[in-house]
């Protein structure tokens, strides 16, 4: 197991302002990512941060690795990683579950700086800034990352059933590419090009919640859409880095804006990672919802 630990420090002139962050990073382990963040800004700083649309910027995403499946190819996933993580780790831990009929794609994230890392670069779908209902979204990021993924599903065969999940900042992605299945198109207005058939969401929260419902609610085909797409989200009571409240409200949100099939699971003792007990609830529901068959 290899631990990283990158401390980042910024402190500015101004008193009311002061930013400390920690981050710890497992990889090759149960844990996916795990960040302690300690922070208090004004609200006066002229810090652009995720919702600036003043410039258009370019992404590079990283490597993708893809575990093949070990029977009959009957579901491709991507998954995605938490942030400062990368692909091959997600990798490591997906070869290792039952699902033999399931072709696993693992694509890494740009490297960009983050805002609630003080600008700090790392792999990070899109720039976070805090988590809050009232925080700026990275609608560009956000959209790059939704397609980037979409890209990846688009090229399997019209047989397969294709799905998304992730862990933590993958989660979010995850979710917003809900979100954009539903209404047919990404943020941007471009048409989303994917039937998505499952989304799973560990530890994560719901980019762009506050108006979801009044998008889907104007189309009777994004209503349609959000209605057919099943949903598990899955939480730690004791998570320190998103707390449970924001994967609760965001499993709320879906369901208030006509995601009929959200299930949302949450488990004591569990902090800011994965553990055996809820990938063995992930394999089971994923065989239920995909209606794998485990044939050779």
């Not at 990283?62 to 579901?75: D, E, F, I, L």
């Not at 490297?111 to 800034?129: H, K, M, N, Q, Y």
């Not at 989304?199 to 929260?205: A, Q, R, Y």
């Not at 879906?254 to 949302?264: H, N, Q, T």
Request: glycine share 10%; with cysteine.
């Amino acid at each position: 197991m290899l631990l990283l630990l990158l401390c980042v420090k910024d402190l500015r002139a101004r008193k009311e302002r002061t930013l400390s962050i920690h981050i710890a990073l497992l990889v090759g382990g149960t844990a996916f990512d795990s960040f302690s963040l300690s922070a208090k800004m004004s609200y006066g700083h002229p810090y652009m941060g995720s919702g600036s649309r003043t410039a258009r910027r370019t992404f590079e995403f990283g490597k993708t690795h893809v575990v093949r499946p070990k029977g009959k190819h009957q579901a491709t996933i991507v998954w995605l990683h938490g942030l400062g993580d990368n692909g091959l780790s997600s990798s490591q831990l997906l070869e290792s579950l039952p699902l033999p009929n399931i072709k696993w794609i693992c694509p890494t994230a740009p490297t960009r700086p983050v805002a609630i890392l003080g600008g700090f670069p790392c792999t990070a779908w899109f720039d976070v800034g805090e988590l809050s209902e009232e925080g700026p979204d990275d609608w560009e990021g956000l959209d790059a990352s939704a397609a980037h993924i979409a890209n990846l599903l688009s090229t399997e065969p019209a047989d397969v059933k294709v799905g998304i999940g992730g862990f933590s900042m993958g989660a979010a992605i995850a979710l917003y590419s809900a979100t954009c299945f539903a209404m047919g198109r990404y943020g941007n207005g471009i048409p989303y090009p994917v039937n998505l058939r499952a989304v799973v969401g560990l530890s994560g929260w719901l980019p762009g919640s506050r108006s979801l419902r009044n998008k889907i609610e104007v189309s009777h085909e994004s209503r349609r859409r959000a209605a057919s797409l099943p949903m598990l989200l899955c939480h730690g009571i004791c998570d320190d880095v998103v707390p449970c409240k924001y994967g609760e409200k965001s499993a709320q949100c879906l369901c208030s804006a006509g995601f009929r099939y959200v299930a949302f699971k949450t488990y004591d003792g569990i902090g800011h990672y994965t553990v055996p007990r809820e990938m063995d609830e992930v394999c089971t529901w994923l065989n239920s919802k995909l209606g794998l068959d485990g044939s050779p």
